[in-house]
């Protein structure tokens, strides 16, 4: 199972930046894809964006240009760099391995973290 660890959450003014980091051990030798998740409060979770076994990544629109997702296979850690903050990027932030077209069951078996909070102010 490739099971995840989220941290680098906190409190930041709008405009600020914050780096969150996912260790998820086995990632890379199971070709998992890796993906950010964030759950404001009263709303459902929505995906953020995906790094792919083929380093391949992808955005949801409202964080384009301002996110940008990294992997060092080294460390089996996942990153997500989050630059000009808004107030509606607070969430608590989750990743998650997910299997893709190429990695292993143990990518989706390890389920979810605990994830990192983000609180952002205007």
């Known amino acids: ?48 964006s995906t790094v792919s076994s083929d380093d391949s990544t992808r955005y949801t629109d409202s964080v384009k240009g301002r996110f940008t997702i990294s992997k060092d296979e080294a460390k089996d850690t996942v990153y997500l760099q989050m630059n000009s903050l808004k107030p509606e990027d607070t969430a608590m932030y989750s990743c998650k391995a997910w299997s893709g077209t190429i990695g292993s069951m143990a990518c989706v078996t390890g389920g979810w973290g605990q994830g990192t909070q983000v609180t952002v102010s205007s």
């Open 1 to 48: 199972q490739v099971q995840v660890m989220e941290s680098g959450g906190g409190s930041v003014q709008a405009g600020g930046s914050l780096r969150l980091s996912c260790t998820a051990p086995g990632f890379t030798s199971n070709r998992c894809d890796m993906a950010w998740y964030r759950q404001a409060a009263g709303k459902q979770r929505e995906w953020v």
